[in-house]
């Protein structure tokens, strides 16, 4: 059973900063691509950034949308098959629900996509909201 599980979302205050954790079981993350989207109501689920599956030891190559690649940080913890998504300098408009996701099929190799359509294993999400 491939499984992931997001957490550590929460309500932040701009310019703060939130660590994401989502738990990957079933697979071994160090081959599988992997991403994160996010999703607020009324708008589409996009691509915050990916990260490879080659097995690298270096954990991985991320690849980031335009928008968040200044502020956020993907990244693998192979000693414990979790990815996580550091966020800094935080925004009201960066609240959604946050998502890990991956692709039983289109898995292994350097570099990741940024297409939601590549991507068919999701969590459930974390809600991370960005107020006073």
């Known amino acids: 059973q491939v499984q992931l599980g997001e957490s550590g979302g929460g309500l932040v205050r701009p310019g703060g900063s939130l660590t994401l954790t989502c738990a990957a079981s079933?697979?071994?993350?160090?081959?599988?691509?992997v991403g994160w989207f996010r999703q607020a109501p009324g708008k589409e689920r996009y691509i915050v950034g990916c990260?490879?599956?080659?097995?690298?030891?270096?954990?991985?190559?991320?690849l980031y949308a335009y928008s968040c690649e200044s502020r956020f940080t993907i990244s693998k913890d192979y000693t414990d098959n979790t990815l996580r998504l550091q966020m800094n300098f935080l925004r009201p408009e960066d609240t959604a629900r946050y998502f890990c996701?991956?692709?039983?099929?289109?898995?292994?190799?350097?570099?990741?996509?940024?297409?939601?359509?590549?991507?068919?294993?999701w969590g459930q999400g974390t809600q991370v909201t960005v107020a006073t």
């Open positions: 996701a991956t692709n039983l099929v289109l898995n292994a190799g350097p570099g990741c996509y940024l297409k939601r359509e590549k991507y068919d294993r």
């Open positions: 079933g697979f071994h993350l160090p081959y599988y691509r």
């Open positions: 990260i490879d599956g080659d097995g690298s030891s270096y954990r991985g190559v991320p």
